[in-house]
């Protein structure tokens, strides 16, 4: 299992030290959470910070993209070195032209969709697709409980990975702790992100350790 802390519950008024210490903390890849207070009802940061940042760890920035028009920013987040960019099927951007966009600046597209959309709305790009991220919240806030329905979309998911003999990864994001990774892991997940898991933690390197470790 790969462990994606999400910054979003880091201390902000030291971001990149935040970055830095859940890197020594083991933390795989970086979950940069990026909200426009349209598509969702907070706001956070954009392409700018992410920039600033990107010096401060080698380890990949995985931007998660809750905006209602993705497509108008998907070169800036390129610019900013991100690795990974996951948008919203229910974003009001046409999922292929802002794939075309990803894909022409050779990063690693990624189709995200909300608790109350079905799966098979990704099945047509699944072939063109890093990653596909099953949200286990409603997109938003951190600190929200997981929802285990969702992993029967995971296990779909899965099998129709497994069936086309395709890499897609499958993320899992939100409520993810102690007491639920396990499940998700059981499910066929690939990676989780995990916000007040790890940053809630006295101590990030054992948080993280000790969820990689619950998934074997
Ligand atoms: C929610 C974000 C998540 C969030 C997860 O909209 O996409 O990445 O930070 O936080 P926890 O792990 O606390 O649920
Ligand atoms: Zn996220």
């Known amino acids: 299992m790969l462990i994606a802390p999400s910054l979003l519950s880091c201390d902000f008024s030291v971001f990149r030290d935040e970055i830095v210490r859940i890197d020594q903390g083991g933390a795989d890849i970086m979950h940069l959470d990026v909200m426009d207070g349209h598509f969702v009802p907070n706001l956070t940061f954009g392409a700018p910070v992410i920039k600033k940042l990107r010096k401060a760890t080698e380890k990949p920035f995985d931007v998660h993209l809750m905006i209602s028009e ?3 920013y998907i070169n800036d987040f ?9 948008f919203h099927t229910e974003s009001d951007s046409d999922i292929d032209e802002t ?3 990803i894909e022409a600046r050779g990063i690693k597209p990624a189709l995200a969709i909300k608790p109350g959309t079905a799966p098979q709305v990704v099945l047509p790009y699944l072939d063109r ?6 949200m286990t919240v409603e997109p938003g806030f951190g600190g929200q ?14 099998a129709e ?12 994001d939100g409520g993810i702790a102690k007491d639920t990774i396990a499940v998700a892991a059981k499910a066929g997940v690939d990676i989780c992100v995990a916000g007040t898991a790890v940053f809630g933690a006295p101590d990030a390197k054992e948080a993280i350790t000790e969820l990689r470790g619950l998934c074997e």
Do not use: N
């Not at 990975?161 to 899992?172: A, C, D, M, P």
């Open 129 to 134: 697709l890093y990653m596909v991220l099953v």
């Open 99 to 101: 794939l075309k966009l």
């Open 161 to 172: 990975i497994e069936k086309r003999g395709l890499s897609t990864l499958i993320e899992v």
């Open 78 to 86: 390129a610019d900013a070195g991100a690795d990974i960019i996951s």
């Open 145 to 158: 409980s997981f929802m285990p329905d969702m992993m029967e979309k995971v296990t779909f998911l899965k």
């Open 70 to 72: 993705p497509h108008r």
